[in-house]
């Protein structure tokens, strides 16, 4: 459900206005610092009003929002291309794999099926609109986001059209690209040389068994497709970063979290590596990082040759 539809729901079935569904999700989410989108607040705020839309929501993220090392992620497209069969052989390890692309209104992507995953694209053809569920990603050689199919992956067909952005074109980038903090733009997927200059520590919580985000519920922890469970704890740490010219928002998570924390990184020259994106409530840009490398000054004196 997107969030206007959303909105318009919560304000009719809990008898509000449209301004005070704004309000309580803009309240929301300063009451969260900010740790949850406004599609979330709105669950939230529907919740408290009585209404139980979770039911209803769409887990699926857009490709756009994809990057790498992100776990049981789950994205609808429409196919778009379909590689043949690779079989390969490396000594000790043989194997074949197989690739589609698949695209939705804000880009596309690479998924990549190994070995006996490549059974689950026998029936596919160009024009299908799929699920994907419970991938991985990680980066390519080309620093590209990809999704690719482990074990409990799984695809199902989806009976919606897909609008498909105005190129198709896979958008490219190098993970080396280096940027100042004012010259980053949505979408970018970059390494800037800054240092952190504030922090902000949280928790949240996720199911043990598919690693989505929890509900609570009466003190009880609850997964969407699981039920009850008994929660994974993870380190959430927002910030700002400062390049000597400009800050910027950014946020970490689990073990790039842990590093800062235990590494006490705040005041520290590093090289932070993510995809910038802009904050769906507020509009303000912020970088999600996927690594943080200490500074190599050799490199740094290569660069600036």
């Not at 839309?53 to 049981?72: A, C, F, Q, T, Y």
């Not at 029936?123 to 620093?143: C, M, P, Q, W």
């Not at 993870?234 to 979290?257: M, P, S, W």
Request: aromatic share 6%; hydrophobic share 35%.
């Amino acid at each position: 459900m997107e969030l206007e539809e959303l909105k318009e729901k919560i304000a009719k079935e809990a008898n509000l206005t449209r301004e005070e569904v704004d309000k309580k999700i803009e309240d929301k989410i300063l009451e969260l610092s900010g740790l949850v989108s406004a599609e979330g607040a709105a669950y939230i705020v529907a919740k408290e009003e009585g209404l139980n839309l979770l039911e209803k929501r769409d887990r699926g993220l857009k490709i756009k929002n994809v990057i790498p090392k992100m776990r049981s992620v789950e994205v609808v497209g429409k196919v778009i291309d379909i590689s043949d069969v690779r079989e390969f052989d490396k000594g000790d390890k043989k194997g074949k794999v197989k690739s589609i692309t698949i695209g939705d209104e804000t880009g596309q992507i690479r998924v990549v099926f190994w070995n006996d995953k490549v059974i689950l694209t026998e029936n596919l053809k160009e024009g299908d609109v799929i699920r994907i569920k419970k991938g991985y990603t990680k980066a390519n050689s080309f620093g590209i986001p990809e999704i690719h199919m482990g074990t409990g992956s799984s695809i199902e067909a989806e009976n919606k059209d897909i609008k498909l952005g105005e190129t198709k074109e896979v958008k490219t980038f190098s993970i080396g690209e280096r940027k100042k903090l004012k010259e980053i733009k949505e979408g970018d997927f970059i390494e800037t040389r800054a240092a952190i200059v504030s922090i902000l520590e949280n928790e949240f919580y996720t199911c043990p068994n598919c690693n989505s985000k929890l509900e609570e519920i009466n003190g009880n922890y609850v997964c969407k497709d699981h039920g009850k469970v008994e929660p994974n704890k993870n380190l959430i740490i927002k910030g700002y970063l400062d390049d000597g010219f400009a800050t910027l928002k950014f946020v970490a998570f689990r073990e790039l979290a842990e590093k800062i924390k235990s590494e006490n990184l705040i005041g520290k020259d590093r090289i932070f590596i993510g995809r910038a994106k802009k904050n769906e409530y507020f509009g303000d840009m912020e970088l999600i990082l996927n690594k943080i490398d200490n500074v190599d000054i050799d490199k740094e004196i290569q660069m600036l040759k």
